[in-house]
């Protein structure tokens, strides 16, 4: 993240040299053998985004996904934070969400993901309020996610700690560079021998998680914090001077390959970002609109003390649930709606996408439009392309993920 551009920065997308990503952000796996790029991990990704030069000046979305999350074979995850009242909320939760969540799945191994889910939406809410608080910025986002988890006929994770692969995660010290500091935070940092302290109390402390995640991945504790820390706080505490606190977690090997009797698709969502599967030709909405037009948040609103006018909280946010907006937070909250769901052979296409689209498509039409489509890049492409046709006064940002991929023809 720059602090001087005024566009939200997304991780530029790049292609491995190969099939392993190692749960690098935005990463697709190269075509290695013939086969299409992302066929072995059973799903491909397309993103297409726009700024709408014709009706926004800045871009304030931010999207993300990682192939064979959690270093297991055919995991996945993906995302779009819808920014509003500036870039930096979704730009944060670009680049951290999946680490945060990554270690709430570390955390409690054996919880249902739908609450894990949940605890990452409260967790990254309180982040982004430490983060408004050394900034001095109160910008917020509505926000999707989506955790593709591999499992066994009972619902279990094939992997270890909820889904995560035994030796592939691990703690390290120094992992952010100078920039990547510099990113959280333009605060001014202590002094240097206050610096060196904290680098020595950070060793100390990784060095325990690191003990811990050992014991955790070995079965030998199912429940184990990972740390002492108050909940809530980051793993190694390295999150930058004066801002806040991110997990530093890294896939260090391979995707492991795990025998699988069933997809899982997990999402969570606040504002009005939204999920859809396309099920045999119909669409499936996974997430649910948090609107000032919807009655029951309204009545939650003016019993926590606030009121909605013309369709906006307090007269100013059209959203009644976001990450971020500290300044709004008892009223505008980031407790997600969560959905589960196995996939079938008739599950197609997953679209993730801001209101820039669906405020001008209706979930069928999305549906209709990529139909026939075996190509999620040309997918994704077509639906920015229709609501820039029909006038979307938005920035957009559309991802669409094939679930069925095909393999490429000789």
Not at 20 to 31: I, L
Not at 53 to 81: N, P
Not at 311 to 330: I, W, Y
């Amino acid at each position: 993240m720059t602090a001087g551009e005024p566009d939200a920065q997304t991780r530029e997308e790049t292609q491995a040299d190969g099939i392993e990503t190692f749960g690098r952000v935005n990463q697709h796996p190269s075509d290695t053998e013939g086969d299409g790029v992302g066929v072995g991990s059973g799903f491909k990704v397309g993103v297409s985004v726009d700024r709408n030069k014709k009706c926004r000046r800045t871009m304030e979305d931010a999207h993300s996904f990682i192939y064979d999350f959690g270093g297991i074979r055919g995991q996945g995850f993906f995302s779009v934070f819808d920014g509003h009242a500036g870039k930096h909320a979704a730009e944060w939760c670009g680049e951290h969400f999946h680490e945060h969540l990554l270690t709430t799945l570390l955390h409690s191994p054996s919880a249902p993901v739908p609450d894990l889910l949940n605890s990452t939406f409260h967790t990254v809410d309180a982040k982004l309020s430490e983060l408004s608080a050394s900034q001095n910025q109160h910008s917020g986002c509505t926000a999707v996610v989506a955790f593709l988890r591999l499992e066994d006929n009972q619902g279990r994770a094939v992997g270890e700690a909820s889904g995560v692969g035994r030796g592939a995660v691990r703690i390290t010290e120094n992992d952010r560079s100078p920039q990547g500091d510099k990113e959280v935070s333009t605060a001014e940092g202590p002094k240097e021998e206050e610096e060196q302290s904290a680098a020595a109390n950070d060793a100390s402390r990784a060095s325990d998680v690191k003990s811990r995640i050992r014991d955790l991945l070995s079965g030998s504790s199912r429940s184990t914090d990972l740390t002492d820390e108050p909940k809530g706080a980051g793993v190694t505490g390295t999150g930058g001077r004066g801002g806040v606190a991110t997990p530093n977690v890294e896939i260090t090997g391979p995707a492991e390959v795990k025998q699988a009797a069933k997809r899982t698709l997990y999402v969570g969502n606040v504002g009005d970002a939204r999920a859809v599967l396309a099920r045999g030709g119909r669409p499936v909405r996974l997430s649910y609109d948090h609107k000032g037009s919807d009655a029951k948040e309204v009545k939650r609103i003016t019993d926590a003390g606030g009121f909605v006018l013309n369709n906006r909280v307090n007269g100013v946010l059209a959203v009644t649930r976001a990450l971020g907006d500290s300044s709004m937070k008892e009223f505008v909250v980031g407790a997600p709606y969560t959905t589960e769901t196995t996939l079938g052979p008739e599950d197609d296409f997953l679209i993730v996408a801001c209101d820039g689209l669906w405020d001008v498509c209706t979930d069928q039409e999305a549906v209709d439009l990529i139909k026939g489509c075996t190509d999620p890049q040309e997918a994704s492409q077509k639906l920015l392309d229709h609501a820039l046709s029909n006038f979307s006064t938005d920035n957009l940002s559309v991802l669409v993920v094939s679930l069925q991929p095909q393999p490429r023809k000789p």
